[in-house]
């Protein structure tokens, strides 16, 4: 497309994530918010209201719209798939959320139809890539050295307890990403260990990663509630470094010290999520897809598959080398 022409955007599924995306979008220069699509018609409407587009019911109908030039999936997870697939197939370029896909299977069919276009069209909603913490801790990774380990924190703050597949799905998700985009590495191996079980799910997953590099990794996921927080450490052989917390004020009162880190992700990260709907508005300017890719959403997703599958054998999981297209 001209770049000096305006991106002509649908957003599909406008719950929470994708009506924050469509409203971030609107606030961006040149993207023309076109239409939101959502079954919901409340949320279809409302978020049509308050931004001046159209609202649809059908998430497909714009999905295979050829008179946009790009959609951003947000709907629910297992409909991403065939999403994608029909948006690439009507000529769109795509910001899919995470996960990608619910299987692997299905992840596959996605990365099968990207790579039979020939370029990359789609990028993944990994958004940590673009968050200021991230990117500060990416740029003193050469100050020090060879990368042993890192850990990574992820506390939630779901009130209710989310499915087993959810939580590692969902959530844990981006904590692999992470493990993967920071180290430059794959995870070979993961044993995961579950605490505060309950109807099948784990308050609390501790995940051990060893990596190609021979690096190990620890991912920590708590879905307790309390306060939303992501930090990532990484040890090197020449020094550490450790992501900040997004500044905010200090507040003294009633005999306390305290700062507010907000109740979910889109305190902790509303400027990553800005940030990487603006490099993929520029992306597509540009002619270019950039930033996490299918093929980044479809190997994170074989890690979840392999934490799920240590929760409930108890035993270290080997993953099995994958062959990377050409177009990644
Ligand atoms: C949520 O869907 C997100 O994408 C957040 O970034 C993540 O921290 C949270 O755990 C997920 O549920």
């Known amino acids: 497309m001209p770049s000096a022409s305006n991106v002509r955007i649908g957003v599909i599924g406008v719950g929470g994530m994708g009506s924050f995306h469509a409203h971030t979008l609107a606030g961006l220069a040149h993207v023309e918010l076109v239409a939101v699509a959502d ?18 019911l059908d998430p497909m109908a714009l999905a295979t719209d050829t008179s946009i030039d790009a959609v951003v999936i947000a709907s629910p997870d297992q409909t991403h798939p065939d999403l994608a697939i029909a948006a690439l197939e009507a000529g769109s370029w795509v910001l899919c959320e995470k996960p990608l896909a619910t299987t692997l299977a299905d992840a596959w069919r996605v990365v099968d139809a990207e790579v039979k276009i020939g370029s990359r069209r789609i990028q993944l909603g990994f958004m940590r890539e673009y968050d200021p913490a991230h990117v500060q801790l990416m740029a003193e990774l050469p100050e020090i050295g060879r990368i042993d380990a890192l850990r990574a924190v992820h506390r939630n703050s779901n009130e209710r307890r989310r499915p087993l597949d959810q939580i ?4 844990m998700v981006h904590d692999i990403h992470s493990v993967r985009f920071i180290t430059g590495s794959e995870i070979e191996s993961v044993h995961a260990f579950g605490a505060g079980a309950s109807d099948g799910s784990y308050r609390h997953i501790l995940a051990v990663c060893r990596l190609s590099s021979g690096a190990t990794a620890m991912v920590e996921f708590d879905d307790a509630g309390f306060a939303y927080e992501v930090t990532v450490e990484v040890l090197g052989n020449g020094g550490d470094v450790l992501t900040g917390a997004p500044t905010r004020a200090v507040r003294r009162r009633k005999g306390s010290l305290d700062t507010y880190v907000g109740p979910d992700w ?5 400027e990553a999520y800005r940030l990487q709907d603006q490099a993929w508005v520029e992306s597509i300017r540009a002619g270019q897809a950039t930033g996490p890719s299918t093929w980044d959403g ?19 999981v ?11």
């Not at 997703?301 to 035993?315: M, P, R, T």
Request: glycine residues 8%; charged residues 15%.
């Open 168 to 171: 590692v799905g969902q959530s």
């Open 318 to 328: 080997a993953l099995d080398a994958l062959e990377r297209p050409a177009i990644y």
């Open 39 to 56: 079954p919901a018609a409340a949320n279809a409407e409302r978020v049509a209201g308050e931004l001046g587009c159209e609202a649809l």
């Open 298 to 316: 479809l190997v994170a997703h074989a890690v979840v598959e392999a934490i799920i599958e240590s929760l409930s054998s108890g035993a270290s």
């Open 266 to 270: 889109f305190a902790w990260f509303a």
